[in-house]
Every structure is written in C-alpha cells, then in structure tokens.
C-alpha cells in the first residue's frame, strides 16, 4: 500500500482538528463562524502551495582547503601545497594578481561572492584530479590523519606476504563490473535493469586479506 503523502496527511489533520473545534467550541455567531472559515481557508490554500513542508536546516560544512595557505608559509611543506592546487604557491599569487580584479568576481547585490582567493583554490584543486580523486594523499587530507600511517599499513601488507609487490597499493579494494545478460531474464526480469540500458549481473571484487 502506498504511503499517504505528508500534504495530503497535513490536510486531512488540519480537517480533524477544524471539525473537533466546531464540535466542543462551536461559533457564537455568523461573524465569528466567517471568520475562523476564512481562516482555515488560508491555512489549507499555504498548505498547497508550500513547496517544501519539511524544515531544511543548513548543513554544517567544515573544508579544508585552508590547509594549503599553511602549507604556503613553509617551504618545507611547499610539496603539499603543490600536491592539493598543483601549482607552487608563487605561480597561485601571479595567477590570483591576474584575476582578482576581473568584472566576473564582481556584483552589485547584497550577496557578497567567495574571496577569489578560495574560488581560484577550489578551481584549481578540482582541475587536478579526475575520477573519485582518492590520491592517499587527499585521504590524509579529509580524514585528518598522516601520510605516513598510509605507508605504514602498506609495508604491514609487503610482511604479511612476504614479498614487496604491487598487491601493497590495492588491498581493502573494491571494484565492481556489470556482466551484460543475453536478455530480459523471464523471472523478476526489471530487478536485473541497469544504468546503462541493459540487463546484467553486478559483480564486485574485493581484495582483502582474508582473501589473498
């Protein structure tokens, strides 16, 4: 059975509530019944025309693109600035003087734009990764964690195979592929529908020490 929607469950409680008001505390006259009907009407008319009947609270959001001004200040960290905006943190301020002062960073509303600063960092971080962007590095990054335990858990992988191979990079992996079926099977033939316009099989992959 399909579940009743939140408007029309709104609606239909608003009505209990109208009858059980008139009910135990009826109008004492026509003016006062005109007007508490003029009254629910208005309440039904924004309870149809309200987009949305759920509260929307903003998201907390915490990023950590600032990191790469810290790693600007010290050349010794300039490789990780280097590593988050793939530029050195000098060519970043030649390009930033080139465009701070550019119409498109400019409005008239009272809606201020991001510094350009952060719109440039964000471009250029985006423009350097492709796929999911999971360098062991940009993990280090988000998580808060240090490159280093990374490392650690690599050369954990080498000791427990007894050999330094490739196996170091890929293990707690997971890969999937759909396997394209000849056709439509006959039995809950639409579970088998995928995103690419056909029926198959997903197979996922995983390597994990338990199976290696």
């Known amino acids: 059975m399909p579940l009743k929607p939140l408007r029309k469950d709104l609606i239909d409680s608003f ?3 109208m009858a059980t008001r008139d009910i135990f505390l009826p109008p004492e006259n026509l003016e006062e019944y005109s007007l508490n009907l003029q009254k629910d009407l208005e309440i039904i008319a924004l309870l149809e025309e309200t987009r949305y009947l759920n ?6 959001k915490c990023g950590n693109i600032d990191l ?3 790693f600007s200040q010290d050349p010794a960290h300039h490789h990780r600035f280097i590593n988050m905006l793939c530029v050195t943190p000098l060519v970043f301020l030649t390009i930033l003087d080139l465009i701070e002062d550019h119409d498109i960073f ?3 509303t009272n809606l201020g734009q991001t510094p350009v600063e952060q719109q440039l960092a964000v471009t250029l971080f985006r423009m350097g990764r492709y796929g999911n962007g999971a360098s ?10 240090s490159e280093a335990e990374k490392e650690a858990e690599k050369e954990w992988m080498d000791n427990y195979l007894g050999f330094r191979g490739s196996w170091r990079d890929g293990w707690v992996m997971y890969d999937g592929t759909i396997v394209v079926l000849y056709r439509k099977p006959g ?10 316009a056909n029926y198959g099989l997903n197979v996922q992959i995983g390597n994990t020490p338990s199976n290696l």
Do not use: F, M, Q
């Open 136 to 145: 062991v590095k940009d993990i280090a990054h988000a998580a808060g964690c």
């Open 15 to 17: 009505l209990l509530s």
């Open 68 to 70: 790469a001004w810290e």
């Open 187 to 196: 039995k809950n033939g639409d579970v088998y529908y995928t995103r690419k």
């Open 106 to 108: 400019k409005n008239d």
């Open 55 to 60: 509260g929307h609270p903003p998201v907390p």
